[in-house]
């Protein structure tokens, strides 16, 4: 154990915390420095500031190998390799706003020699803009490709490793790649440019993949086509994959919004117009609109109408609300005059910020109490095991527009429900 190379995190988020956890829990002497004073000493308490499965736990258990502090130099003298996991997130150009990253290289005196390890998105050309600024670092760009909701099982267990190095940061790439050894994982060794284009690229598709699963969902609703179905013949084929082809209505969180963007920001910076992505964008921003249609089918106006809705997190398992689709959709049906109620498991206190004037509910019967209709908005698992029988009644109308496809149609309309998913045959 005590070999074990001692590691640095800088920005305990999403992606720092869990890296610094995980690689404590590998053996490694971890440090963990954040400029929020606040985060820090609550994490000295033991309070872990997110909603992720098994990451308190995991701080509990190492807390011996995981020091956190707020002091650059503390952090710059307990270890060499020190992974860069600042959040880089949108300007109102789209373009990714790297000013935490700057910071971080502010904190690296001059003829600093540490290896900076890159997890934060950049877009791709940072690592030899930071090159040329900081000759006597080493660089290696080592995306992170954790999911919120199962990121330490994804850093536990990665499809594959990226690192990139270019010449002269071979030994500091080798660093990299032994500190990730006891993972598994396909080890993938390139250049920096290429593995920071993998990591936009890689998100990019997936988006794409939403998107294009969503169009099919409504060209299917028009034809009386299943989309599940749709979804499930062509998922078989090994070429496609089943993964990421769940329609519903729109992808969101602090990655794929802001990552496709930076990526056709990035195009465009070059003079190149990324066609496909502008697409994916706005059908994404449009799936988020189509719920409306959907109530008012049954509805009619919704001025007035009391509308519920269950599951505000952008997804299952987090409490994180950046760009979730039930943003948009809260505005949308505020915009139309109707009343807005809602139940999140988890995501009450991020949703009390992020929402205007939505009343938020303890639980899903008391958000369905009186309401016109209900959109489930996030498929947590609790809300399959609903009665939902026993909600019909206590709505002034059962109407459900299931915004992920996550419930059963046949046993909503048993329970009294007009149920209406996206891309399946719907009532008239
Ligand atoms: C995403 C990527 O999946 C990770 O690989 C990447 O590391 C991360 O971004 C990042 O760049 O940091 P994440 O945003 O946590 O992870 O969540 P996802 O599970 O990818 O879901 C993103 C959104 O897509 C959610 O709103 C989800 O509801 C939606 N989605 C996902 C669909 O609408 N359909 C699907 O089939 C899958």
Redesign the pocket.
């Known amino acids: 154990m005590a070999d074990k190379q001692a590691i640095g995190v800088v920005g305990v988020g999403?992606?720092g915390l869990v890296t610094a956890s995980c690689f404590a829990e590998l053996g490694h002497p971890v440090v963990a420095m954040d400029i929020d004073a606040s985060k820090v000493e609550a994490l000295r308490r033991g309070e872990v500031p997110i909603h992720e499965p098994d990451l308190p736990e995991l701080v509990t258990k190492n807390a011996e190998r995981l020091r956190f502090t707020a002091d650059s130099d503390e952090l710059l003298a307990a270890a060499d390799l020190l992974f860069c996991c600042v959040d880089t997130p949108p300007t109102v150009s789209g373009d990714a706003d790297l000013s935490r990253v700057r910071a971080v290289l502010e904190t690296l005196p001059s003829g600093s020699d540490h290896v900076l390890v890159m997890k934060s998105?950049v877009p791709a050309g940072t690592g030899a803009a930071i090159r040329r600024e900081k000759p006597a670092l080493a660089y290696v760009s080592c995306?992170?490709?954790?999911?919120?909701?199962?990121?330490v099982s994804?850093f536990m267990n990665p499809d594959r490793v990226v690192i990139g190095a270019d010449p002269g940061d071979e030994a500091a790439a080798d660093a990299v790649e032994d500190v990730y050894r006891p993972l598994g994982g396909e080890v993938v060794r390139t250049d920096v440019a290429s593995a920071e284009m993998i990591?936009l690229a890689?998100?990019a598709f997936?988006?794409t993949?939403?998107s294009f699963?969503?169009e099919i969902a409504n060209v299917s609703e028009e034809v009386g086509a299943d989309v599940t179905e749709v979804a499930r013949g062509m998922g078989l084929d090994e070429r496609i994959g089943s993964?990421?082809?769940?329609?519903?209505?729109?992808?969101?969180?602090?990655?794929?919004p802001k990552?496709v963007s930076a990526l056709k920001q990035l195009a465009g910076n070059t003079g190149y117009h990324f066609q496909l992505l502008t697409a994916v964008i706005e059908v994404n921003e449009l799936q988020k609109r189509r719920v409306i249609k959907k109530l008012e089918k049954h509805l009619g106006s919704l001025a007035g109408k009391r509308v519920a809705l269950l599951g505000l997190a952008?997804?299952p398992d987090?409490d994180?609300m950046r760009e979730?689709?039930s943003l948009v959709l809260a505005a949308r049906l505020q915009g139309e005059g109707a009343e807005v109620v809602a139940y999140d498991p988890v995501a009450e206190g991020p949703a009390r910020e992020a929402l205007n004037a939505v009343d938020l509910r303890p639980s899903a019967a008391e958000a369905l109490d009186g309401a016109d209709a209900a959109v489930l908005v996030?498929?947590w698992p609790e809300f399959a095991d609903l009665d939902w029988a026993g909600l019909a009644g206590r709505m002034a109308n059962p109407l459900l527009v299931d915004g992920?496809n996550f419930l059963d149609p046949q046993a909503l309309r048993d329970a009294g429900f007009v149920y209406e998913g996206i891309g399946r045959p719907s009532e008239d």
Do not use: H, M, Q
């Open positions: 999403w992606v998105t995306p992170e490709f954790l999911k919120e909701g199962s990121a994804d990591k890689a998100n997936l988006a993949k939403i699963i969503n993964s990421f082809l769940r329609a519903g209505i729109g992808y969101g969180g602090s990655c794929f990552d952008f997804k987090t994180d979730a689709s996030t498929e992920r």
